[in-house]
């Protein structure tokens, strides 16, 4: 079997020492891992200091051809979502935090099929109440015939969350979630020029683990 030479080593280690980290629990990772290892012998090359995996050698089982691959960096969608929901009288509620934009839009339509009042939904990221300004990927695309009539609701929910909705560009930005509507309501962005927005606060609702 191939091994490779410790000077690789070394350069493998003080690139991930350089800011390349890799996330063993990585799901695309530990699915990789696992189909791999139906088809091939799977040799994991550990960092001795910090333990994480740094190279994988593959051995074809029949034929015995082998090859490594460089585990350089690892990105995992698990940034904290919201699932907006818009009901039959455009009344706006959101459902989160949740990690995840993916694990978001799975949650719809287990929502949708309790409630039947909600006639669309879409994840969106939830932007951190410590960080003044919003970038502008935080932003959400949201219909313009929705945009233009969209409202609160009911403060039924332990949560609140902030909702900057830019009616004339039709698009949207969540912050929280805060615990009181008075610290909600305090909340101020930076806005850097940015067009104003419609202050909306709305009920955040956890996630119904029996759908």
């Given at each position: 079997?191939t091994?490779?030479?410790?000077r690789?080593?070394?350069?493998t ?8 980290p ?32 740094t ?13 490594s691959?460089?585990?350089?960096d690892?990105?995992?969608?698990r ?21 995840g934009?993916a694990?978001?839009a ?5 929502l ?6 909600i006639?669309?939904?879409?994840p ?6 410590t ?5 502008d ?18 403060i039924?929910a ?12 039709a698009r949207?930005a969540?912050?929280?979630p805060f ?7 305090a909340?101020?962005?930076?806005a ?6 419609d202050?909306?606060l709305?009920?955040m609702h ?6």
């Amino acid at each position: 079997m191939t091994r490779p030479h410790p000077r690789d080593q070394q350069e493998t280690r003080l690139m991930h020492d350089a800011g390349y980290p890799f996330d063993t629990t990585n799901r695309a990772y530990q699915r990789f891992l696992s189909l791999a290892s139906d088809h091939f012998e799977v040799l994991s090359w550990d960092n001795a200091t910090t333990g994480r995996p740094t190279l994988i050698t593959l051995t074809d089982i029949g034929s015995r051809d082998t090859f490594s691959m460089a585990l350089l960096d690892s990105v995992e969608d698990r940034a904290p979502h919201t699932l907006l929901a818009v009901t039959t009288t455009a009344a706006l509620s959101l459902h989160g935090p949740i990690e995840g934009r993916a694990a978001t839009a799975d949650y719809a339509p287990h929502l949708a099929m309790h409630r039947p009042d909600i006639a669309a939904t879409t994840p969106v990221a939830l932007h951190d109440p410590t960080q003044a300004r919003i970038s502008d990927d935080e932003w959400t695309d949201v219909p313009p015939d929705i945009a233009q009539v969209a409202r609160t609701t009911t403060i039924d929910a332990p949560r609140v969350a902030l909702a900057l909705l830019d009616r004339d560009r039709a698009r949207l930005a969540v912050v929280g979630p805060f615990a009181t509507l008075d610290t909600t309501d305090a909340w101020q962005s930076e806005a850097h020029g940015q067009p104003p927005a419609d202050r909306l606060l709305l009920p955040m609702h956890a996630p119904d683990s029996t759908y």
